[in-house]
């Protein structure tokens, strides 16, 4: 049990359609990451953010967005889906007390997103 | 840039033997190294992570890592395998700058009774 927790665990959506998922962190953790896991891959970094600002990105388009909430809550919001995008996605918080890349990052369960 | 492979996509060996998964990297700067592990339709679970200092480091569930900076190398032991062990294992990479892990394509080890 990590204490990360995110919704919904499952979702079908149809090509073109828009997506949010949904993250809560661990309690006072202000870093929050997304990956995606592609069936049968590793995870790959989207983007992470810290005070609600993004704090860097990998390689997606802009379609994929995000938000942090003052919470430190997060969304992941997906645009015009692709059938590519089904995937396993995952968020990730971290310590502010240790934010250097060595800090321990908590997974939560992930979300799994099919488009047909 | 950074990368990380992993030999073996999967790995098979009886209940009570030695595991070994390999992890060789890439990395410009030094490396932060870390394995995690996942179980079937669940998320990540961190095995160990190597930092600075020891470089053999200690893990969770009899687990343990060796960085080998002249190899490029973090693999992966068990000294006895259990059926409990039955995963996916993914070693990553990160550095001081993006604070994100670059992760290898996963090992799945089956263990056999």
């Known amino acids: 049990e990590t204490g990360v927790t995110q919704s919904p665990t499952h979702l079908i959506k149809t090509r073109g359609q828009q997506v949010t998922l949904r993250c809560s962190s661990q309690?006072?953790?202000?870093?929050v990451s997304w990956y995606q896991q592609a069936l049968g891959q590793g995870p790959q970094f989207i983007f992470q953010?810290?005070?609600?600002?993004?704090?860097g990105r990998g390689n997606f388009p802009p379609r994929f967005s995000g938000l942090q909430f003052p919470n430190y809550s997060s969304e992941l919001n997906v645009n015009a889906l692709e059938l590519d995008d089904s995937a396993l996605y995952l968020c990730?918080?971290?310590?502010?007390?240790?934010?250097?890349?060595?800090?321990?990052?908590?997974f939560g369960e992930g979300s799994w997103l099919t488009v047909v | 840039a950074q990368s990380v492979t992993q030999l073996g996509s999967h790995v098979s060996v009886s209940e009570g033997a030695l595991v070994l998964l390999r992890c060789n990297y890439s990395?410009?700067?030094?490396?932060?190294l870390f394995w995690y592990v996942q179980y079937p339709n669940q998320g990540l679970q961190l095995l160990l992570k190597?930092?600075?200092?020891?470089?053999l480091v200690k893990g969770i569930n009899g687990f343990e890592a060796e960085f080998k900076k002249s190899e490029t190398s973090f693999h992966l032991t068990k000294p006895s395998a259990h059926m409990s062990d039955a995963a996916e294992y993914f070693c990553?990479?990160?550095?001081?700058?993006?604070?994100?892990?670059?992760f290898g394509s996963g090992t799945r080890l089956q263990v056999q009774p």
């Open positions: 990730a918080s971290s310590s502010p007390a240790d934010r250097g890349a060595g800090n321990t990052i908590y």
């Open positions: 309690s006072g953790h202000n870093t």
């Open positions: 953010y810290y005070r609600e600002e993004e704090n």
């Open positions: 990395s410009s700067v030094p490396p932060y």
């Open positions: 190597y930092t600075t200092g020891a470089t």
């Open positions: 990553a990479v990160s550095d001081t700058g993006r604070r994100a892990l670059t």
